[in-house]
């Protein structure tokens, strides 16, 4: 279990079913308290604007659309996020160029780092 990660409520925004099944598993084991997930937009925007995130991981392209109005939301409510891609280039949009980046497939250990430094005080 890791310490920055106990007790956090986390988004993750993902339409692959087995990926998802994948990283709520390593959130877990992280100490997380919660993971809540969408694989849409529509569900991501209602979740974000329902509750309160500690952080979340967004996939950059959603059932073939990009997730641009989720990561605007996120930011707008100051949550932390970092993405998660299996695309190889560099398709970073205008204002999140910044944003820490997951290549899929990713290892736990991966994750690990991403989101220590995401949540590091």
Known sequence: MDKLLSGRRMLVVEDEILVLMMIEDMLGDLGC???????????AIAL???????AAMLDMNLDG??????ADALAERG?????STG????????GFSDRAVLRKPFSFDELT??????LAP
């Open 87 to 94: 695309n190889s280039g560099r398709d970073m949009r205008e």
């Open 113 to 118: 780092a991403k989101l220590e430094r995401l």
């Open 48 to 54: 974000i604007e329902a509750q309160t995130f500690d």
């Open 79 to 83: 949550v932390p996020f970092i993405y």
């Open 65 to 70: 659309g990009d997730s641009n109005t989720v």
């Open 33 to 43: 308290q919660s993971v809540i997930s969408a694989a849409t937009i529509e569900k």
